[in-house]
């Protein structure tokens, strides 16, 4: 019996001013833990593969475990069939834990497209670098925040490279015909589309040691699709100046040993993209508005986490008391908020019994 596990970190984009741009992982896994019995020559299961999924985990009841209709293994079948796989192995296995809360924030969508590649790369046995999955991602999902950072770990600046005219037609391609069909759907046998190579790029930025991130989690969801249907087609040129001055800070102010709470507070104001969410999000202007490093001992700055609706402070102390002015602003609202303390995670890996 071959086994092994997957092992991918949730993620925060944007941190203030990076919207599409800047992607933190974060300390919640999302695990697969992966047998295939190669002693089978034929399976009983829907594409030789099984899916079980952890009883406590987010996303438990509501996470289709059909391997034609999730997230997870519909993503490793993309990269499968690129390859000439038309399945899985028989007989594949894979058990699904999720900690990371769905549509909060916190990059869920981000983790099962990275955790799916990397499914792909190694059920299929293919020799595919980082950055080749990187492309796989980001045919999948189209902003590389999320993916770069659950990818490759760490506090990461991503960006796209210029494509050819051809090449932009090829990334345009609608996902239905990226990803395998869903349940129900016929396999007609023919190769996905590829993506063209090195569609993306990252490069890492320091962390200071000192930083922590508190992740105040409201317990509702805001869906990524809905939270950037609210954001302008066109932005007056001042705001799009104010976040270039912040972005052009944020990485070197959120890497100094030791922190200046000042520079980072003022780093990470954003006028493209969380004004506008705040439609979503009740509360969620005053929260990052009202609260400021000279008002919280500890506190070095705060933003809206990905597309919401999850607030991330980042803090070198007082984390529980933080915490609790933003669960009573959002208390004032009738939202409940749980909160967790995370730290920069690794990237992703697949981890083999020695
Ligand atoms: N472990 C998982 N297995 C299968 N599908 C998942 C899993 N995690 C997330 N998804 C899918 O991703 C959707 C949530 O993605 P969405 O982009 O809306 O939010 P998010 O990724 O949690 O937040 P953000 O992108 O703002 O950080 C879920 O509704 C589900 O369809
Ligand atoms: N940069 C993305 C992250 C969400 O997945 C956004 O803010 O919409």
């Known amino acids: 019996?071959?086994?092994?596990?997957?092992?991918?970190?949730?993620?925060?984009?944007?941190?203030?001013?990076?919207?599409?741009?800047?992607?933190?992982?974060?300390?919640?896994?999302?695990e697969l833990e992966v047998t295939i019995d190669r002693t089978k020559t034929s399976s009983q299961e829907p594409l030789n593969c099984r899916i079980t999924y952890e009883g406590q985990g987010e996303g438990s009841g509501e996470v289709p475990l059909d391997p034609s209709a999730n997230l997870i293994t519909r993503v490793a079948l993309y990269v499968l069939r690129c390859h000439d796989q038309r399945a899985?192995?028989?007989e594949t296995h894979v058990h699904i834990k999720n900690p990371i809360p769905l549509g909060r924030g916190l990059g869920s969508s981000g983790a099962a497209v990275v955790a799916g590649v990397m499914l792909g790369k190694e059920v299929g046995g293919l020799d595919l670098?980082?950055?080749?999955?990187?492309?796989?991602?980001?045919?999948?999902?189209?902003?590389?925040?999320?993916?770069?950072a659950a990818l490759f770990g760490g506090?990461?600046?991503?960006?796209?490279?210029?494509?050819?005219?051809?090449?932009?037609?090829?990334?345009?391609?609608?996902?239905?015909?990226v990803l395998p069909a869903p349940a129900g759907g016929v396999d007609t046998g023919e190769r996905p589309p590829e993506p063209p190579h090195g569609i993306g790029h990252h490069i890492k930025f320091p962390w200071s040691k000192e930083i922590k991130a508190v992740a105040i989690i409201p317990q509702f969801q805001v869906a990524?699709?809905?939270?950037?249907?609210?954001?302008?087609?066109?932005?007056?040129?001042?705001d799009v100046t104010f976040n270039?001055?912040?972005?052009?800070?944020?990485p070197v102010a959120l890497g100094q040993s030791p922190p200046d709470p000042d520079l980072i507070y003022l780093a990470m104001q954003d006028k493209l993209h969380q004004q506008y969410r705040q439609t979503l999000i009740p509360g969620l202007q005053d929260i990052v508005e009202s609260m400021s490093p000279s008002t919280q001992d500890g506190l070095l700055?705060?933003?809206?986490?990905?597309?919401?609706?999850?607030?991330?402070?980042?803090a070198t102390s007082n984390f529980e008391q933080i915490a609790d002015r933003i669960i009573s602003r959002f208390k004032q609202e009738g939202i409940e908020c749980q909160w967790l303390l995370l730290e920069p995670a690794e990237g992703t890996k697949a981890i083999r019994p020695a």
Request: aromatic share 8%; glycine share 8%.
């Open 244 to 250: 270039l001055q912040r972005i052009a800070l944020l």
């Open 301 to 314: 700055g705060v933003c809206l986490s990905g597309a919401g609706p999850t607030i991330l402070a980042l």
């Open 1 to 30: 019996m071959e086994s092994f596990t997957i092992r991918t970190p949730c993620s925060s984009a944007n941190i203030g001013p990076g919207f599409d741009v800047i992607g933190l992982a974060l300390s919640i896994y999302l």
């Open 88 to 90: 899985f192995p028989v």
């Open 129 to 148: 670098s980082l950055d080749r999955l990187f492309d796989f991602c980001l045919m999948i999902e189209r902003h590389p925040d999320n993916v770069g």
């Open 155 to 177: 506090f990461v600046g991503t960006y796209l490279k210029p494509l050819t005219p051809e090449d932009v037609a090829r990334v345009e391609i609608p996902l239905s015909e």
């Open 224 to 238: 990524t699709a809905k939270a950037r249907e609210v954001l302008p087609t066109h932005y007056p040129r001042q």
